[in-house]
T-cell receptor
Framework: KQEVTQIPAALSVPEGENLVLNCSFT??????LQWFRQDPGKGLTSLLL?????REQTSGRLNASLDKSSGRSTLYIAASQPGDSATYLC?????????????????FGKGTMLLVSP | KAGVTQTPRYLIKTRGQQVTLSCSPI?????VSWYQQTPGQGLQFLFE???????NKGNFPGRFSGRQFSNSRSEMNVSTLELGDSALYLC?????????????FGPGTRLTVL
C-alpha cells in the first residue's frame, strides 16, 4: 500500500526566503507525482506534474524534482511571498488498489502548511 | 474553459439521512474522481468513474456510492450518514483515465453531519 509523507508539517518563513518542501513515498512504482496548493476551505490547485520518466519540472518560481528510486520529491519555492501562504500537498499516482481495478490511484500526503510573513 | 464545478458548496445534514453531491467536470474531460478530506485522515480516494463505469475504488464502506452520466457529470451518494462523514468532498476530472493524466480539482462540497 502506497504511503506518502510530507515534511515539515508546518513552516513559517519571512518574505523573500527560498524554501524546500519534502515529500517521500514508500512504493517507487509510481506513474507520476503532482504538487498541489490548497488555500483554507478551498479546493486544490495543480502546481506541477512530474511524469515518472522525468527528473524535474519548473513553473515560474517553483521547481519540483523527483527521485523515483529513493522515493523522494522536493518542491523548491524561490523568493517566497505572502501570497504563497497555503497548504502544499504532494500526491503520487500508483497502481490500482486491487486486481479488479484497472486505473491508478492518487495517494496524498497530509501536506505542509506554509506561512510567509511580510 | 470553465473549471470543475461542484454543487452544493455547503450542506448540513443529520445522522441517518442520505446526501447526494454533484460534480461537473471540465468540458471534454471524461474521468471523474472523488476524494474525502478530513483533518485527521487528510485526502482519501473514494472512487473514479470513466465512461459511466467505476474504474477504481478506495477503502470506504458501501454507504458511499457514485455514478457517472453520459455527459460525464458525476454524483456521489452517502446513505445513513454518520458524524464521521463530516468532511470536504472534492471532485477531480482528467481528460482521459489512466496513469499519466493530470487531475484538476473543484472547490469541494463541505458536508456537516449533526
Amino acid at each position: 500500500k502506497q504511503e506518502v509523507t510530507q515534511i515539515p508539517a508546518a513552516l513559517s518563513v519571512p518574505e523573500g526566503e527560498n524554501l524546500v518542501l519534502n515529500c517521500s513515498f514508500t512504493d517507487s512504482a509510481i506513474y507520476n507525482l503532482q504538487w498541489f496548493r490548497q488555500d483554507p476551505g478551498k479546493g486544490l490547485t495543480s502546481l506541477l506534474l512530474i511524469q515518472s520518466s522525468q527528473r524535474e519540472q519548473t513553473s515560474g518560481r517553483l521547481n519540483a524534482s523527483l527521485d523515483k528510486s529513493s522515493g523522494r520529491s522536493t518542491l523548491y519555492i524561490a523568493a517566497s511571498q505572502p501570497g504563497d501562504s497555503a497548504t502544499y500537498l504532494c500526491a503520487v499516482s500508483s497502481r490500482p488498489l486491487g486486481p479488479r481495478f484497472k486505473h491508478s490511484t492518487l495517494t496524498f500526503g497530509k501536506g505542509t502548511m506554509l506561512l510567509v510573513s511580510p | 474553459k470553465a473549471g470543475v464545478t461542484q454543487t452544493p458548496r455547503y450542506l448540513i445534514k443529520t445522522r441517518g439521512q442520505q446526501v447526494t453531491l454533484s460534480c461537473s467536470p471540465i468540458s471534454g474531460h471524461r474521468s471523474v474522481s472523488w476524494y474525502q478530506q478530513t483533518p485527521g485522515q487528510g485526502l482519501q480516494f473514494l472512487f473514479e468513474y470513466f465512461s459511466e463505469t467505476q474504474r477504481n475504488k478506495g477503502n470506504f464502506p458501501g454507504r458511499f456510492s457514485g455514478r457517472q452520466f453520459s455527459n460525464s457529470r458525476s454524483e456521489m451518494n452517502v446513505s445513513t450518514l454518520e458524524l464521521g462523514d463530516s468532511a470536504l468532498y472534492l471532485c477531480a476530472s482528467s481528460a482521459l483515465a489512466g496513469e499519466y493524466n493530470e487531475q484538476f480539482f473543484g472547490p469541494g462540497t463541505r458536508l456537516t453531519v449533526l
